[in-house]
């Protein structure tokens, strides 16, 4: 899993990051800004596969009581168009928050430093629109 590790440190040095990694789980997390969390991690093996596919997502709390947020951004998924990354949208929950998950999976042999950045950018993006000023996410 060497190309996952080396695409991740591309991805770093694009970033400004000379010694970023994943853990030894495959894992990697990075806060961006305030309240959102980057995820980028290997996607879990399936039978036949010579290598695993990278999982990308986005985390951003919307707060305890957003059911409209999340019917919102199930619309939202629905509409998005990327021309090579599927968008895929949960509820992340815990006592305190509620959070708003956007993932996306990035194929092995196209899993490269830019097609990362693209993914990255591509979720980012989605969650401010889905969560622009204007509408209650607080």
Known sequence: MHWFQDTIA???????MANLAAGSDG?????????????????????????ADGLV???????L?????????????????????ALQVGLRQSPHDHQL????RI???SFTADQLSQAVDFLIRWLDDVLAPGDSHA
């Open 101 to 104: 998950l956007a993932v996306v």
């Open 27 to 51: 894992a990697l997390q990075l806060a961006v800004g305030d309240d959102t969390l980057i995820g980028i991690e290997s996607a879990p093996m399936k039978a036949g596969e010579a290598d």
């Open 57 to 63: 997502f986005a985390l951003r709390p919307i707060g």
């Open 65 to 85: 009581h957003q059911l409209s947020v999340l019917h919102r951004a199930l619309e939202q998924a629905h509409l998005s168009q990327h021309p090579t990354l």
């Open 107 to 109: 194929p092995s042999r």
């Open 10 to 16: 591309a991805f770093g040095r694009q970033l400004g």
